[in-house]
């Protein structure tokens, strides 16, 4: 029998202490220490592992022939735009989401799809029964695609498997879902700790570079955005997709925040019908969609999600606060960002939000991360405060520096075009966009002041006076 000894890792992180603690000393959390059993080999060390010589490998230079990572395209436009043109051949993903949010159902459509192409599918559920998994797919219309289907949590009978088709029959993508259901005899801890997660993930990421095959693992996430126990998998995998969206909306968005094959930032947005995810192909419009005509506090901001421009509402509202610290609440958006903006309103301005309770929301249930919203987050707190409607047809961007400067941002022209596409006639924008933007909208004003936002506001609230 192999040699045991015990050690304490932290669930959140991974790191290895000696002795029990509260709180993880590598990742600050409290908690998450626990006592798990390590056979000698598995994160044992270089000191217990047998030491064999080393085989000269051959160097090359940076300069030669490489060819183009072959994909396997799904089919699912949204899908593919994310990994950035379809799944690469002989790479190990990542696809994580809270419980509920549709991981599985995004992954039986793409493997139903790929299977009725003529790839081979293997679908592994850790989860479900095989039944569930068939209820599924026939809720779908999928039932006739010819995937296959296991319901297994052993790694070692997973690989077997998988191993034993050769040939034709070889798998050209597995999906295993979910990773913190898999357990592994390599290592000697309960399914879904650190050490099993980890060791079960490093085996099938070994597999996917040693077959060619594809192997998307699928991971819940905690409630603060971490992949539950194992960030550790994040670093082992090619790509990193997460699947987000809220339960009082329907739109769901796949994110890729690492992708060794193709860019990040890039979003897929679906919605969540009875019949499935259906892809949304003009998500401005979407997001739009819900926008009350002459409300004060809504801005229109023209914003680029990887290489998408995307329209979206930003919403704010201040009201009179009776507490001596006023709230400040933010959905969608930092709210370190907000307080920055508060606070350039205040300082060179001349705004005052002080008894204020300020609140924000993105319409939609999207997450914006884009410095480029500043410009629309204070037309809309500067429209919420003074009570004046903003124009209607008016979209909104521009990154506003602590100096109260409206610095430009990237992609201007393209995110005109999307507002011109969509019916709107005027645009706010940087000084420094001018030269992209001045033609592409019948109205387009650029700013190099906040304070020159906070004027114009002020003139069309007097126009709507005496009006
Ligand atoms: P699921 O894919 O099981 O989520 P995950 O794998 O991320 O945990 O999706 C579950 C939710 O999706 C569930 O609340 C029901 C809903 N759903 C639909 O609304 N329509 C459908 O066609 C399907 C299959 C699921
Ligand atoms: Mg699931």
């Known amino acids: 029998m192999a040699k045991r000894s015990l050690s304490f890792v932290c669930q959140s992180c991974g790191a290895t202490t000696l002795k029990w603690a509260g709180r993880c000393e590598s990742c600050g959390e409290w908690n998450t220490i626990q006592e798990e059993q ?17 085989r000269v490998v051959p160097l090359v230079g940076l300069s030669g022939e490489t060819k183009e990572a072959p994909r396997i395209i799904t089919g699912v436009a949204e899908l593919d ?36 192409q003529g790839h081979n599918i293997v679908y592994i559920s850790g989860e479900e029964a095989v039944d569930q998994v068939r209820l599924r797919a026939e809720r779908l219309g999928l039932r006739d695609a010819p995937v296959q289907l296991a319901a297994e949590t052993s790694v070692e009978d997973i690989l077997a498997t998988l191993e ?22 390599m290592a000697d801890s309960p399914p879904g700790t650190v050490t099993q997660v980890r060791a079960s993930a490093q085996a099938l990421v070994r597999f996917a570079k040693k077959t060619g095959t594809t ?3 699928v991971g819940h996430v905690t409630k603060d955005g971490q992949i539950a126990g194992p960030r550790v998998v994040e670093h082992m995998v090619d790509a990193v997709l997460y699947f987000e969206g809220d339960g009082a909306h329907q739109y769901r968005i796949l994110r890729a925040v690492k992708n060794r094959f193709g860019p990040t930032d890039e979003i ?25 005509a002459t409300a004060p506090g809504s801005a229109v901001f023209a914003g680029i999600e990887g290489t998408r421009p995307l329209l979206v509402e930003m919403q704010a509202l201040v009201a009179p606060s009776p507490l001596g610290t006023p709230r400040r609440a933010v959905i969608g958006w930092d709210s370190a960002r907000l307080s920055m903006i508060l606070a350039v309103l205040e300082a060179r301005c001349g705004v005052k939000f002080a008894q204020h309770d300020v609140y924000l929301n993105v319409a939609g249930g999207l997450r914006i991360n884009e410095p480029g919203a500043d410009l629309a987050v204070a037309a809309a707190l500067i429209s919420s405060l003074s009570g004046v409607a903003l124009p209607l047809e008016c979209v909104y961007f ?8 409206v610095r430009p941002v990237a992609q201007a022209a393209s995110r005109l075009k999307e507002a011109q596409k969509l019916g709107f006639g005027q645009a706010v924008i940087p000084d420094g966009n001018m030269k992209e933007g001045s033609k592409a909208l019948g109205h387009v004003k650029g700013l190099e002041e906040l304070g020159d936002l906070v004027a114009n506001i002020a003139v069309s609230a007097q126009k709507t006076e005496n009006a």
């Open 38 to 54: 390590q056979a000698s080999g598995i994160g044992a060390g270089p000191k217990t592992a047998s030491r064999s010589k080393g």
């Open 81 to 116: 735009r994310v990994t950035g043109g379809g799944f690469v051949k002989g790479s190990a993903l990542l696809v994580g989401g809270d419980p509920g949010i549709g991981k599985s159902t995004l992954l039986t459509q793409a493997s139903a799809h790929l299977a009725l």
């Open 164 to 185: 034993a088709k050769k040939g034709a029959e070889r798998p050209h993508l597995v999906i295993l879902d979910s990773i913190q259901t898999l357990w592994t005899e």
């Open 215 to 217: 192997v998307v693992l």
């Open 268 to 292: 897929g947005v679906f919605e969540m019908t009875d019949m499935g995810l259906r892809e949304v192909k003009n998500p401005s419009a979407l997001f739009l969609s819900e926008r009350s």
């Open 398 to 405: 521009g990154e506003i520096s602590l100096s109260g400067a």
